[in-house]
Nanobody, 116 residues
Framework: QVQLVETGGGLVQAGGSLTLSCAAS????????MGWFRQAPGMERQFVASISWSAGSTQYVDSVKGRFTISKDNAKNTLYLQMNSLKPEDTAVYYC?????????WGQGTQVTVSS
């Protein structure tokens, strides 16, 4: 079992940067694969990025490749999403998720708004 809390959302202008954090509590953070998802108004929740439990593998949706970086700090039980060169279309509620096979645990989300 793990509980996830996202922080770091806010308002940023296009081209700017923002870093999201996801603090985890409960079972040892290091055993989980972790991911970031986002949901814009009227749209389905979309995969953004993931990192394997060993941190040996990462993946990104094509639209954020080269701009976003997912990372984690096991000592702090925290997952991060560094977002650079933000675009208005990145505006969404961002969620972190965790799981060993599937994403079983989800945070409540943090709003990211990118102005044009």
């Amino acid at each position: 079992q793990v509980q996830l809390v996202e922080t770091g959302g806010g308002l940023v202008q296009a081209g700017g940067s923002l870093t999201l954090s996801c603090a985890a509590s409960g079972r040892s953070f290091s055993v989980y694969n972790m991911g970031w998802f986002r949901q814009a108004p009227g749209m389905e929740r979309q995969f953004v990025a993931s990192i394997s439990w060993s941190a040996g593998s990462t993946q990104y949706v094509d639209s954020v490749k080269g701009r976003f970086t997912i990372s984690k700090d096991n000592a702090k039980n925290t997952l991060y999403l560094q977002m650079n060169s933000l675009k208005p279309e990145d505006t969404a509620v961002y969620y972190c998720a965790a799981g060993m096979v599937n994403y079983d645990y989800w945070g409540q989300g943090t709003q990211v708004t990118v102005s044009s």
